[in-house]
T-cell receptor, first 111, second 116 residues
Framework: QQQVKQSPQSLIVQKGGISIINCAYE??????FPWYQQFPGKGPALLIA?????SEKKEGRFTISFNKSAKQFSLHIMDSQPGDSATYFC??????????FGPGTRLSVLP | NAGVMQNPRHLVRRRGQEARLRCSPV?????VYWYRQLPEEGLKFMVY????????ESGMPKERFSAEFPKEGPSILRIQQVVRGDSAAYFC??????????????FGPGTRLTVL
């Protein structure tokens, strides 16, 4: 019940395309859903996050869509750039106590 | 405004030696988390600490691994009698006091442990 599922495992997108990564959870106590971006050899960095009281949050080219009833959320990267090539992790937390990460999606954006 | 600091960045140990990994959280943060990441894999939670207290160590192996976060100084992840399977990247993250946003975790650059 603590698991967060993430797909796809890897994703290849052409420059300018839309990258979509999906996550699903079971624990209805989760109330915070961040996305992290990790470049090789670096630590994960917070990209964008959402709480379940809204269905969408947009920051620049990055958008989180949240479906509370389906217990799913997704990250959309518009106008994908080669510099976006990284591993993306979704995560879920309940009041900061339990913090669970998805297994990650390796994104490659081709020039 | 310094972020999470970890040292050393790279650590090489021979089997049977001890590894000590240090983490200084963001200034003002009193919650520290340790994660392990194997190559090409996700982050695995190990332990969650507040100052002088272990809150959740459900992800920590029962033997050889210990963690502390003293009143003064950095958090320490200690691995005794290391084995080759301990080779991984170990990340520390911190979050704010209760009443602030304890949900947002900020990660350090990691310590890459190699056991020969």
């Amino acid at each position: 019940q603590q698991q967060v599922k993430q797909s796809p495992q890897s994703l290849i997108v052409q420059k300018g395309g839309i990258s979509i990564i999906n996550c699903a959870y079971e624990n209805t106590a989760f109330d915070y859903f961040p996305w992290y971006q990790q470049f090789p050899g670096k630590g994960p960095a917070l990209l964008i996050a959402i709480r379940p009281d809204v269905s969408e949050k947009k920051e620049g080219r990055f958008t989180i869509s949240f479906n509370k009833s389906a217990k799913q959320f997704s990250l959309h990267i518009m106008d994908s750039q080669p510099g976006d090539s990284a591993t993306y992790f979704c995560a879920a937390s309940d009041y900061g106590q339990n913090f669970v990460f998805g297994p990650g999606t390796r994104l490659s954006v081709l020039p | 405004n310094a972020g999470v600091m970890q040292n050393p960045r790279h650590l090489v140990r021979r089997r049977g030696q001890e590894a000590r990994l240090r983490c200084s959280p963001v200034k003002g943060h009193s919650h520290v988390y340790w994660y392990r990441q194997l190559p090409e894999e996700g982050l695995k939670f190990m332990v969650y600490l507040q100052k002088e207290n272990i809150i959740d160590e459900s992800g920590m192996p029962k033997e050889r691994f210990s963690a502390e976060f003293p009143k003064e100084g950095p958090s320490i992840l200690r691995i005794q009698q290391v084995v080759r399977g301990d080779s991984a990247a170990y990340f520390c993250a911190s979050s704010q006091e209760q009443g602030g946003s304890t949900d947002t975790q900020y990660f350090g650059p990691g310590t890459r442990l190699t056991v020969l």
